[in-house]
């Protein structure tokens, strides 16, 4: 039987049925679904590097013949080995090899063995006058080996999937290649490409594997081959096509446009109002305003620092709602945010005679039910709650606009989830987004394309800075002295604890420090403790106990990173900050100068961490602006950590890199809109998304479309 890209991948000679499951583990069925499995970098074995050449800290690819080997075992723990290795190159120079956990290589290396080895080369601590690597890939050759799959060429390097290694990978990819048609249909349109000059779909993959001898290895190492640009074009312009198509379905679509330029709803936002706008809020209220007077749906991404005041204006625009007839909503990600929401919903709309309504899990029964009723009849004016917002059984009577809070908490597609759930009973609302993450502008396309974007760039007056400054667990006594002094002035302040995942060893930790505390370093103040595993109504009443300054010092895990405003409390001492990650402290930070009394950070870590946990707390004690605080989250962690496994996940990419690859970000973005614009019934459109693969078309609810 002829095989084909649609052939199982056990087909191909040298797969087989074992290999085919680690495969398939990893979603590769077919010979087109290897072909989808990039190498992630190459190397020349054209020409060698010589031994004689190294310097230290340069990478280099060496051929070499196994002199000896010899696995050193440490005495307590017998499997645990490094393996020495002595190899010689054709030209007589000598390397030493280390390989840390190397025992598996005892007895797989004999003399005269011929190899490749790639890795780092670096000084011999022992014999400063001689280079060695550590820990190099390598790459065992049989016989002289001649193949053009591993030999004479530039040769592509895959992350081993499971026990199949990168040369397995490679063989098998060679077979796959063989079978790719050079006209193969191809998803980018054919005058798309022309104009971009990217080579078909079946040539980029057969050059992005196996790459011409001319093709330089430095581009390929950087990814900026041509074959490999229009791969990762692709990728980012389906992503950017299924955002568009979005946006362009959800324009379509009716909402009720709201009345705003009328005497009674500027009286009513007046009224509402604690304090005077700042003039970013204003501006910003203005292009929300212009959204709501449409037709259409908003879809508005609000970007604000932490502590730039995103509330006032997400209930500013609750008020238009509600004075125009229709009911609004709030989703906050934690239940003490909805809570503390409701709280300063009451204080301020409840004056102007608003009806708010609290809808969380931790309702009781009786009470959810007479809460889901008030919000059907339409009763509840402004409905604030967690993700319960979006179960089954919440109907609203007339929803007008929905505000969804800290939307880093929330995946792309939950708040996609939640759009069409609002819109599931009756007409479309109004959507604002409200984010603290300041992401720079083209990975915020990534992540928010299909939103339009307003930013809080100013914080509110008086505001005195942060002073950060980072201590080791020895100067406690001095920190928990500095504390008293400051709830001895009337303020309060937090302690928190790295309960990142609310694991019970951490917490038992977290609960263990707080009774130690009452009862050591601060018999005489009120303490409160706060975390996740508490019922709602404990964490309710600590809360407001900490509100009205009756629980003087909090002591609290990550709970409290999102949101909670308590003006007064001017200090917060950070345990463990080492564990925490910058976006994480930069939130955590944000609890605090939220008045105009000069507050203060501690951040506790050990003497010795790593350098890039020195890094971070550095950074926090340099700036406290978010921006340049996501600059640098970006540059230590890279952006598939950075947007969180969740976030990347669901992006889908495998070879497209928004952070290195920003100018192809923008370029498939500013295409695929035109496609789009073009008209969803032209057939170019209709062809492309005919071809989608079907992964695709369920992540992107594609199917709707038409
Ligand atoms: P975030 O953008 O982090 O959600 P909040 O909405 O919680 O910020 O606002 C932070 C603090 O600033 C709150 O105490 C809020 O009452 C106050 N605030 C907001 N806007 C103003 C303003 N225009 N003038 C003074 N204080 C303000
Ligand atoms: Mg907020």
Redesign the pocket.
Known sequence: MAMSLTSEARMIKGVGPQRAELLAERGIYTVGDLLGYLPFRYEDRVQFSQVKDIQPNGTYTIRARVIGGQAIRNRRFRRDAIYHLLVEDEAGGLLSCKFFHGGYLEGRLKAGQLLILHGKAEVDRLRPARLEMINPQIELLEREETDSTEMGRIVPIYEAIGTIGSKQIRRAMYAAVQLIDPRMPDVLPENLRARLGYPARGEALRHTHFPEPTESLDRLNTFRSPAQQRLIFEEFFLYQLSLGLDRHATRKENAIAFRVREDRVREALKRIL?????EA?KRVLAEIVADLEKPAPMNRLLQ?D???????VAFEAAVIAIENGTQAALMAPTEILAVQHFLSARRTLGKAGYRAELLISGLKPAEKQASLGRIRTGEAQLVIGTHTLIEENVAFARLGFLAIDEQHRFGVLQRKRLMDKAASHGPRPHVLV?T?TPIPRTLSLTLYGDLDVSV?DEL???RTPIVTRVTSERHLPGVWEALRREVAAGHQAYIVYPVIEESKLELKAAIEEYERLSKEAFPTLKLGLLHGRLASEEKDEVMQRFHRNEVQILVTTTVVEV?V?V?NATVMVIEHAERFGLAQLHQLR?RIG?GAEKSQCILVAPFRMTEEARARLDTMVRTSNGFEIAEADLELRGPGEFFGTRQSGELGFHIANPLRDKHLLELARKEALALVEEGTQRRELQRVLGMLPGEWQRRYHLAKVG
Do not use: N
Not at 274 to 278: E, L, Q, S, V
Not at 306 to 312: I, N
């Open positions: 604690p304090f005077k706008p700042t809020q604000g932490v502590g730039s005041g995103k509330t006032m409200l603290a809080l509110p007056p008086g949101g405003d003006p944000g939220r």
